[in-house]
């Protein structure tokens, strides 16, 4: 069966700091892969996604970046955070039409 | 374009009573349809998918779903609900384009269970 794993669980990171969010999935392979950000208030919105190794669509423009660099392996990157940047970070993998989420990561940008 | 409304942006239901919780979509042509579940700090979780071959989808958790094309809705029930069942529930419709599927959810339902 297929699994996605997330980390970190949860990040504190002060404003101006660089970022790292890794998203993996286990027992499938060429899935399309993607991220959201989910803020309080404001519902899921898509960051990104990607439908094969190097291959990245940004939905929104901010200073955020990913990219994958394994065919199951996707990275959310930041050179400089933001207080706006924080919020609920899900990974989510889709084999067709429906997505798969994992657990998320909660960061706070102080 | 695609378009989902959820009609209540809270339900409160007490224990063992019925659920509905209410959803409106708008597509340019047959849809995949979806509703997930949300428990605080956690990721989604798929609860059900309709993609034609049946109005009545059935989910897990005892949750189901009457896909009606005349009246746009994808209304989600559950007879009798649980204390677990609180959590936020998201109606989903999905489309495809530049090689993969996007989903485009609606602003969520924050359900309440009273004991």
């Known amino acids: 069966s297929q699994t996605i794993h997330q980390w970190p669980a949860t990040l504190v990171q002060p404003v101006g700091s660089p970022l790292s969010l890794e998203c993996t999935v286990e027992?499938?392979?060429?899935?399309?892969l993607y991220w959201y950000r989910q803020a309080a208030g404001r519902g899921l919105q898509l960051l990104f996604y990607?439908?094969?190794?190097?291959?990245i669509s940004s939905e929104v423009p901010q200073n955020l970046s990913a990219s994958r660099p394994q065919d199951r392996q996707f990275i959310l990157s930041s050179k400089k955070l933001l207080l706006s940047d924080s919020g609920f970070y899900l990974c989510?993998?889709?084999?067709?039409?429906?997505?798969?989420f994992g657990p998320g990561t909660r960061l706070t940008v102080l | 374009a695609q378009s989902v409304t959820q009609l209540d942006s809270h339900v409160s239901v007490s224990e063992g009573t019925p659920v509905l919780l209410r959803c409106n979509y708008s597509?340019?042509?047959?849809?995949?349809l979806f509703w997930y579940v949300q428990h605080p700090n956690k990721g989604l979780q798929l609860l059900l998918k309709?993609?034609?071959?049946?109005?009545l989808v059935k989910g897990i958790n005892g949750f189901e779903a009457e896909f009606k094309k005349s009246e746009t809705s994808f209304h989600l029930t559950k007879p009798s609900a649980h204390m677990s069942d609180a959590a936020e529930y998201f109606c989903?419709?999905?489309?495809?384009?530049?090689?993969?599927?996007?989903?485009?959810f609606g602003k969520g339902t924050k359900l309440s269970v009273i004991p």
């Open positions: 989903v419709v999905s489309y495809s384009g530049a090689g993969s599927y996007q989903l485009t």
């Open positions: 597509s340019s042509y047959s849809p995949s």
């Open positions: 309709y993609t034609s071959a049946a109005t």
């Open positions: 989510a993998w889709s084999p067709l039409d429906e997505q798969f």
């Open positions: 027992g499938t392979s060429n899935p399309n």
């Open positions: 990607s439908v094969g190794i190097g291959q």
